[in-house]
């Protein structure tokens, strides 16, 4: 057995195996940054999700508020123009009232 050749074999594997570790090492270290930095994009993406949902919610009371105001404001509308055809149909029996008197003529005569 020829121990020099077998020391040179065993300081080459050895310098492979830390070759090996170290691209190794190189490769960990890549993976993490990459880590880091998705890591940093989660963290952002998650405050633009927070932020966009309060907008949303936000948006969603205003809308509900705005029906509400809409819907008061129609009621308000139905109430006006049911007082109004109550005034009208009032105006329209004095109306009427008046036409009849003047048919039959003023001062409480009658006319032909």
């Known amino acids: 057995m020829d121990v020099e050749r077998t020391m040179q074999f065993i300081l080459e594997m050895q310098a492979r195996h830390e070759a090996n570790w170290a691209e190794s090492d190189k490769r960990w270290a890549e993976s993490d940054k990459r880590r880091a930095e998705n890591d940093k994009r989660w963290a952002e993406n998650d405050r633009r ?3 966009n949902e309060r907008r949303i919610n936000r948006l969603a009371q205003l809308g509900m508020r705005a029906l509400d105001e809409q819907g008061n404001r129609i009621n308000i ?9 109550e005034a009208q149909k009032v105006t329209e029996t004095k109306m009427q009232s008046w036409l009849d008197s003047m048919r039959k003529g003023g001062n409480g ?3 032909p």
């Open 49 to 51: 999700w927070a932020r």
């Open 77 to 85: 509308l139905i109430s006006s123009l049911q007082e109004l055809s």
């Open 109 to 111: 005569g009658t006319t």
